[in-house]
């Protein structure tokens, strides 16, 4: 006999009623996830007194207790709200840990946080053309530098954009549910993001060689 397993709608409408099994793996597929996103956004400060495994535990059971509510709204698509919660959390530790209430901007419109310095390692890794990259030329430190400064001179959400896609490696209509835009809008931000990287490496270098 052959067995279906249920779509991720027919979990979430079993886990509103009550039904347990659905509520645990509806949110236990995700967890892996999630706790890579919290690990991608820490804060290195946070890291040290905080592991993102309890910020993704705390995520699941407010999760588990909104659901209900959710199923009858369906404000977003299931990951992109769960993360919401999670990013809600990993906001709160960050304040909670490094004493502070103070919100950039940027925070409050895209959620961008400071990247470890080995997310930002990972991001120039997979964005970095050959023909561009510093990496066989400087060492780790510099690279981090110079992408770093190319994130700080594009928009907040073009940077957004590629952390999501190339860290995170969430799926574009997952991008554009989270950040409220188009999916082609996405995709102009994501083209736009990249060039800019590239040119801002490409620029530094010239200036280095002359």
Not at 45 to 52: E, H, K, P, S, Y
């Amino acid at each position: 006999m052959i067995s279906f397993e249920p779509s991720e709608d027919q979990l979430i409408e079993h886990a509103a009623a009550g039904d347990a099994s659905a509520v645990k793996t509806l949110l236990e597929q995700h967890r892996e996830r999630l706790t890579h996103m919290i690990a991608v956004r820490m804060d290195p400060r946070v890291v040290q007194r905080l592991d993102a495994s309890d910020v993704v535990q705390d995520s699941l059971l407010e999760a588990h207790e909104k659901l209900a509510e959710y199923a009858e709204t369906r404000p977003l698509p299931f990951y992109p709200w769960l993360r919401q919660i999670a990013w809600q959390r990993l906001m709160h530790a960050h304040e909670r840990h490094i004493h502070t209430k103070q919100r950039s901007v940027v925070r409050e419109q895209t959620g961008m946080m400071m990247l470890s310095d080995d997310s930002v390692q990972g991001l120039a890794e997979r964005l970095v053309d050959d023909g561009t990259s510093p990496s066989g030329k400087v060492v780790r430190e510099e690279l981090q530098r110079r992408v770093r400064g190319a994130l700080a001179d594009m928009s907040p959400r073009d940077g957004e954009v590629l952390v999501m896609r190339y860290l995170e490696h969430m799926s574009t209509s997952e991008i554009a549910a989270t950040l409220q835009i188009s999916e082609n809008a996405v995709r102009m931000r994501q083209l736009r993001a990249l060039q800019k990287l590239r040119e801002s490496l490409s620029d530094e270098d010239k200036k280095n060689q002359t």
